[in-house]
């Protein structure tokens, strides 16, 4: 059992709540995902853009839930007809983001800006004739991305003179990538992008059910939170997945050190000038 820097007992939470996993962190399956609406109509809606071989955007608040769908939408493609590629974007130039998606692509990352276009394109290409599997490329944190950069899309998914849909590109990020796509020099790529899906923060009953949900599926067997510790969590999360994971978490672990079997909204307050700067 952990023990304090004092050498007193802290129970381990798992024994703590009769739980078979530590509840409320980023690790958890995409079968065990919370199936919401909200989630799972933009699930259905990216599962058939992608089908027909076009592109998409998730567009969404910081934790909204953008990263989980993309790992949901990953293990929804059957690997026998697709080869799913992510790629989390970061402040690259034109030949460092090509060099991350060939990386992703499994091809070779060397050369020039303009060879290393050829090359993701000869591979999607390769992928679809070759294997008979449609390249789908998943884009996060795109909001982030240079508006030059962002025009490479258009090159890349450009086969035939625009006569072939062969991959199919997935971008994910924050409301700047609305207004980035807004752009005239980025209207060539906003057209190639066919369905738009927005997500939201949770509400304060979705909160207390998102929580509800995944204490369920860490293994308790009661609601571990009362009424006005869940409040709690929605005041201070907002709907905010992150944020309600961290506070939840948080507050779990100062319970189990009070051997509370019950968190209340004064151990939420408590927890929250832990997780917040």
Request: proline share 3%; glycine share 4%; charged share 30%.
């Amino acid at each position: 059992m952990p023990r304090k820097k004092n050498g007193s007992e802290r129970p381990d939470l798992r024994a703590h709540f009769g739980l078979h996993v530590i509840p409320m962190t980023r690790e958890i399956a995409v079968r065990d995902r919370w199936k919401h609406d909200i989630y799972e109509e933009v699930l259905a809606d990216l599962k058939d853009t992608v089908a027909q071989r076009r592109s998409a955007a998730i567009i969404g608040p910081s934790g909204a839930g953008k990263s989980g769908i993309l790992r949901s939408l990953a293990d929804a493609l059957p690997e026998a007809r697709y080869r799913v590629h992510y790629v989390k974007v970061t402040d690259l130039s034109k030949r460092d983001f090509c060099r991350e998606i060939a990386v992703a692509l499994g091809s070779e990352p060397a050369g020039y800006y303009g060879a290393l276009v050829r090359t993701i394109q000869q591979r999607c290409q390769s992928l679809l004739e070759q294997e008979s599997l449609r390249p789908v490329i998943l884009l996060d944190e795109a909001h982030d991305i240079r508006p030059d950069v962002l025009a490479i899309l258009r090159v890349l998914t450009n086969f035939e003179m625009d006569s072939r849909l062969v991959v199919s590109v997935v971008l994910a990020g924050q409301s700047a990538l609305r207004q980035l796509l807004r752009r005239d020099d980025l209207e060539a790529v906003a057209r190639r992008i066919a369905h738009y899906a927005s997500l939201r923060l949770l509400s304060r009953q979705e909160t207390r059910h998102y929580v509800e949900h995944r204490l369920a599926i860490a293994g308790a067997k009661t609601d571990l939170f009362d009424s006005a510790a869940h409040d709690a969590v929605y005041e201070a999360a907002q709907g905010n997945l992150r944020a309600i994971n961290r506070l939840a978490l948080k507050s779990l672990e100062i319970a189990a050190a009070q051997r509370s079997k019950v968190v209340g909204a004064d151990l939420v307050a408590a927890a929250r000038l832990k997780v917040q700067p």
